[in-house]
């Protein structure tokens, strides 16, 4: 499984910027509503990467970064294996590397926090927020 993420640039304090995660798999026949995604972030001088937000594999469970809430939001569209990420009022603390993951977990409504918990990352993007 692969995944790719794009979407991200430079933009003022108050902009917004849509990530998307492309989830490729190695052949026909696997689902992406199968997975639970997780987007996290690395932001600069933190030592541990920060769970922005999951959404379970069904889609009626999400969870969000208390940082994040009412600024963004995830979602998802199996039929072109995409999650979005819509980030809207983006504050320069919100500047970091962000990262799709995904694996198959314990249920369909199961969301994972944890980015070590993932098996399948992809590579990230950039986003920077300027003040």
């Known amino acids: 499984v692969q995944l790719q993420a794009s979407g991200g640039g430079l933009v003022q304090s108050g902009g917004s910027l849509r990530l998307s995660c492309l989830v490729s798999?190695?052949?026909?026949?696997?689902?992406?509503?199968?997975?639970?995604i997780g987007w996290f972030r690395q932001a600069p001088g933190k030592e541990r990467d920060e769970v922005v937000a999951c959404i379970s594999a069904s889609g009626s469970n999400i969870y969000y970064a208390d940082s994040v809430k009412g600024r963004f939001t995830i979602s998802r569209d199996n039929a072109k294996k995409t999650v979005y990420l819509q980030m809207n009022n983006l504050k320069p603390e919100d500047t970091a590397v962000y990262y799709c993951?995904?694996?198959?977990?314990?249920?369909?409504?199961?969301?994972?926090?944890?980015?070590?918990?993932?098996?399948?990352r992809g590579q990230g993007t950039q986003v920077t927020v300027s003040s």
């Open positions: 798999f190695p052949r026909s026949g696997l689902r992406l509503d199968y997975y639970t």
């Open positions: 993951a995904t694996d198959i977990f314990g249920g369909d409504d199961v969301v994972e926090l944890n980015p070590t918990e993932y098996s399948f």
